[in-house]
């Protein structure tokens, strides 16, 4: 008994060894394990961190897309500013048109002039414009008389009320209603070419040298202008032509010295008379 008691005790012994010896494989296996784990995670790593700064720089890339599409892309055009301020010059030529009795005169007056000023415009839509100007007007024109060379002179202040139409971005079609202010009116007879004939009677004036008629001139005239222009810089310089016709009489009043001394019944002259002009000029605008 005292043999299998023994033999049971060094069978029990060698069964816990055997078990001490599993349990102390199976804990250095989980260590192991882990630590396989810890640098296989600790290796993984760098990996994320790629995939990160790539998802990173993805952006950039569309970034640099994006300014490339739009540097492909054409400029877009400037518009023009809804109102402006500018000058203008213009050479004249003008004439007066229907004079119902001329009194011996050959023909209607006629000459040169030239007008300066300021003028302005404002966008109503995009291809209307309302262009008012002011501007100062000079005009010198002569007339033949019988034998006497007739000259006259005036000055007005025009206010020209312009609509423009834009037709093409550098051309342009005007028209409106102008308003004239007579500043100073002279008329002169120059008698260098002969004797006055007054017309209507046997009265001789002879070489009536400066002779100053005492006629008035209307305070105000109206009349219609229109034209076209075209710019050489846009926006900037333009020239353009323009017609200007008188649609008010000049001189409604007008008496005549000479006739009334003729104790002619009808001593009225240039009755119906009124002002055309044919305008040359360049404009350039600041703003």
């Known amino acids: 008994m005292k043999r299998v008691t023994i033999a049971a005790s060094a069978i029990l012994f060698a069964a816990t060894c055997v078990f001490a010896q599993q349990e102390d494989t199976t804990v250095q296996q989980t260590a192991t394990q882990q630590t396989t784990d810890q640098q296989t995670t600790v290796q993984q790593a760098p990996v994320q961190q790629t995939t990160v700064k790539q998802t990173a720089a993805a952006p950039q890339d569309s970034v640099s897309e994006i300014d490339k599409t739009t540097a492909e892309q054409p400029p877009r055009k400037v518009r023009n ?7 203008r010059a213009d050479y004249n030529f003008a004439d007066y048109w229907g004079t119902d009795n001329l009194n011996g005169a050959d023909g209607e007056a006629s000459g040169w002039g030239f007008n300066v000023g300021v003028m302005a415009r404002f966008e109503i839509i995009d291809v209307l414009w309302f262009t008012p100007e002011l501007h ?7 007339q033949d008389y019988d034998e006497i060379n007739i000259q006259l002179k005036q000055s ?7 609509f423009r139409a ?12 102008q308003i004239s202010l007579n500043l100073s009116y002279d008329l ?6 002969g004797d006055l004939h007054v017309p209507g009677s046997d009265i001789v004036i002879e070489r009536p040298t400066d002779f100053d008629d005492k ?7 109206f009349g219609v202008a229109m034209g076209l222009g075209f710019f050489i810089i846009p926006d900037r310089l333009s020239v353009n032509a323009r017609i200007y016709v008188g649609l008010t009489e000049l001189y409604p009043d007008a008496k005549s010295i000479i006739l009334s001394e003729a104790e002619n019944d009808d ?8 002002l055309r002009a044919i305008k040359l000029g360049a404009s350039f605008w600041f703003i």
Do not use: C, W
């Not at 007005?156 to 312009?162: E, G, I, K, T, Y």
């Not at 001593?267 to 009124?274: A, F």
């Open 166 to 177: 834009v037709l093409h971005p550098r051309a342009f079609f005007e028209a409106g209603p």
């Open 156 to 162: 007005n202040l025009a206010l020209p009320l312009l």
């Open 81 to 87: 500013a809804t109102a402006g301020l500018g000058i």
């Open 188 to 193: 002169k007879y120059d008698a260098e070419k």
């Open 136 to 142: 100062f007007e000079y005009f010198k024109m002569t």
């Open 215 to 221: 006629i008035d001139q209307a305070t105000f005239a």
């Open 267 to 274: 001593p009225s002259i240039m009755e119906g008379t009124k």
